[in-house]
């Protein structure tokens, strides 16, 4: 009764060499304002996007694609507003995307005119399935919709006011012969011609993720190695999550040679969601390697993300959940008060390496009082002596710490409820201090 027969990634042979980590920054592009946005039930307003748009640049993205101007009026008037009201900064760059239809990419012209800096992202379906179920199209005529989409690009760039660059992503990538994904790309991008001076965005999305993160890169490194005008290209992925693998096919993509990730903030998108940069920005940095990001205050862009998104941030999403850094067991708790002790006495020489916490919390602007440890009836007796330690300065005899613990979780387990430190110390000072 398993036995379903779904398609297949076709087969590939594996050449590339992974690293450890990765030792440089991807080129970042945000596309929370526009995969993020069309997946939300309640898209942003112009005036949330603009919010969400300025968080974004605080962050450190250079690159934002900030809708798909042509699918609705808000879209529109966001572009319009961006550029006559000049909130571009000069070290940013915002895209805009566009199916490969005429009268689409007319009306994207239309909301960029005038963009100090804009990339126009060309895309078409380029799968099996779409070419025969929606299509109804031969593999020629689906790469004349990318040629003729992109001559059409060409044209409009000249004759539009403005500073226009260009992308091209083989839509539905997961599901199209490789070979087939490349000459199609290598078509348009004979149209273009980019130069080193004046690069072309080639991206690959995993538009409904199908296979194993190193299937993936491996048919990332075959597309790195038989694009045309490489040096002039930038090789972009654009991974969503539908196998819960984003993260490993940005990875390991970046491995494989690719220069730029589009994703979004904490994988918000389409069905299962983008990549999440967070997370991987993050895991660079705890690497020792500057994403270029900064998410020192996570807190308060978690905060800022779900007012305007009206998604929540799961309690265990990486680094920004509200439990990640949370220990209640016991042997946790000794481990990471130990390890605390260690790092305050400098015994590793600087580098972070507190057991179960994968980077300093502080790092991200988390505290460890509230964060770190919290008791209930898991906990242990180095938890507790840590909560009266940090937050009323009491230092537990080690002959009582047993004891204290066990009061402690006792009253956790019959209430079957957190207890606060407030709470802990008034049920130590009842019982130890007024001998109640
Ligand atoms: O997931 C996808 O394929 C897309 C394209 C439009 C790039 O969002
Ligand atoms: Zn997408």
């Known amino acids: 009764k398993y036995q379903r027969q779904y398609f297949m990634p076709p087969k590939v042979t594996y050449d590339w060499v992974t690293k ?25 307003s112009l005036d949330e996007k603009l919010e969400f748009f300025t968080m974004l640049v605080k962050l450190g993205f250079k690159e934002i694609e900030i809708g798909f101007p042509a ?64 299509f109804k199209k031969s593999k020629e005529e689906v790469k004349k919709i990318a040629v003729e989409g992109a ?13 226009f660059s260009f992308e091209y992503s083989p839509e539905s990538f997961p599901g199209t012969e490789v070979d087939y994904a490349v000459e199609v ?42 694009l045309k005008y490489r040096d002039a290209v930038t090789l972009s992925l654009h991974p969503h999550n539908d196998r819960g693998t984003g993260v490993s096919d940005a990875e390991l993509g970046c491995l494989a040679g690719a220069d730029r990730i589009e994703g979004t903030l904490f994988g918000n998108g389409e069905r299962t969601g983008n990549v999440d940069i967070v997370t991987l920005a993050i ?9 270029g990001l900064d998410f020192s205050h996570i807190t308060e862009i978690g905060e800022t993300y779900e007012r305007l998104t009206r998604m929540r941030i799961y309690e265990r999403q990486p680094y920004a959940g509200q439990l990640v850094f949370t220990a209640f067991s016991g042997s946790h708790q000794d481990a ?26 502080k790092d991200l602007g988390r505290e460890y009082d509230g964060d770190v440890i919290r008791i209930n009836s898991q ?29 402690i979780k006792d009253i956790s387990d019959r209430e079957h409820a957190e207890l606060s430190p407030a709470r802990i110390y008034q049920i130590f000072e009842d019982k130890y201090i007024h001998n109640d």
Not at 20 to 44: K, T
Not at 81 to 92: A, G, H, Q, R, S
Not at 151 to 163: F, I, R, Y
């Open 283 to 291: 895991n660079m940095y705890s690497h020792g390697v500057d994403p």
């Open 379 to 407: 906990s242990g007796k180095g938890g507790v002596s840590y909560i009266l330690k940090t937050n009323y300065g009491m230092m537990v005899p080690k002959e009582m710490q047993a004891d204290v613990s066990y009061t």
């Open 336 to 361: 990471i008060s130990k390890g605390f002790v260690w790092h305050e006495q400098k015994k590793d020489g600087g580098i972070w390496s507190v057991p179960y916490l994968p980077i300093d919390p």
């Open 71 to 134: 699918a609705s009026e808000t879209e529109f008037e966001f572009a319009r507003t961006l550029i006559e009201k000049n909130m571009i900064p000069d070290d940013v760059t915002v895209q805009v995307l566009t199916q490969a239809r005429e009268h689409i990419i007319k009306r994207t012209f239309e909301a960029v005119k005038g963009a100090p800096r804009a990339i126009i992202h060309l895309y078409n379906s380029t799968s099996v399935a779409q070419r025969e179920q929606v």
């Open 151 to 163: 001559k059409l690009l060409d044209k409009l760039a000249k004759e539009t006011t403005g500073n």
């Open 20 to 44: 450890d980590y990765i030792d440089h920054p991807p080129i970042w592009c945000s596309v929370d304002l526009r995969d993020g946005n069309q997946a939300l039930i309640e898209p942003m």
């Open 185 to 226: 790309c290598n078509a348009v991008l004979d149209v273009w011609k980019p130069k080193k001076d004046n690069k072309v965005v080639i991206n690959i999305p995993t538009t409904v993720e199908i296979a194993m993160p190193h299937v993936f890169a491996t048919q990332v490194e075959y597309i790195s190695k038989n």
